[in-house]
């Protein structure tokens, strides 16, 4: 091979290796930006937040109640007296709720369809053949002893129960009206008057009270044809009524495993009662069911998002995997490409000598 071949040839292999390492350089950097991705991957999955499953015991409440006669009561809260004379003699103050059953509460009831006998100025409102009376509240139990009966029987026209009465009965009546329209007021917070009218049980035979407030009668508005429709009424019924009892001073006795079993409240300065306590252990399954529901739901979007890292992940290591592969060659190309240009400088080199000694000579 000839000077000017060699030196050709040399300078060929220097660009083609000058290439390799610039396309070596470029794989690297590839590399870099993929390790760069998939530690940001795994950055990801370590922190995503494991769903935990919720455990029973969260919706699971141990209550504590007593009964006094009729009325049973719920112990809410229970604080210890931190005094030294408190905690000697094991006192606390309790919060709790006395529930009872009253017979005799103002309650919804299901209401007939009313009619008005003139819309633009309703003043008699019927309930099939009956007609409403307005209750008279202002009168006293003593302005009601004076009337006399025909005065009653006036105020008690076309009502069909009181047909049925003594001049007693009926005077009892209408006291009895003043106070449902009074309890009836303090149930709806309507302080306006109310018509009232005796449905006649056909199990019992009695006759039941229905009221019907003012307010809602005389709305204009909802009259079609003089047809009022079914508006609210209220009766006599039966309903669980509450109320809470708030700091009242108690002792509270302990079994061995440190539950309680009973409890001596304080009424006054020389009173006292001691009542059994019952333990009663309740889970709310709908709340608990709802948080399970929730956890299966947290947990399916966190296999899915490792499912989803992990495709990118293996998809990230099969790209690396290449680049490492096609920069193993260029490796090999750069080796071989080496090894050839020192063979050329060899060449280069017998060339420029025997050049010089031919001169010399």
Known sequence: ?????SQARFLSLTARKNNVEFEGQQINQQRTTLSNESASYYSELCNM?????????????VSYTFNDGAMTNTLISLLPDTTPEGKAANKYYVNYVEEWQDDYAIVPATSSLVQVNDPKEPTVFTIGSSQLRKIEGDLTDDEIDALSENDVNTKLANDPYAKELTLEQKKAMLKNEVYLLKM???????NGNFYIRYVKNTTTGNYEPYLYAESELTQGEKYNNKNLGSIPCYSLGSTRQTREVLHQEATIEKDSSGRYVAITIKLDDNNSRTYALTTTTTTDEEAYNDAMNQYNYKQHEYDHKIQEINSKLEIVQQQDKQLELKLKQLDTEENAISTEMEAVKKVISKNVETSFKTFNA
Do not use: F, L, R, W
């Not at 091979?1 to 071949?5: E, K, V």
């Not at 009836?184 to 309507?190: E, N, P, R």
């Open 49 to 61: 937040e494991v769903p935990t499953p919720p455990s029973i015991d969260d919706y699971t409440k």
């Open 1 to 5: 091979m000839g000077m000017s071949a």
């Open 184 to 190: 009836t007021q303090d149930k709806t917070a309507d």
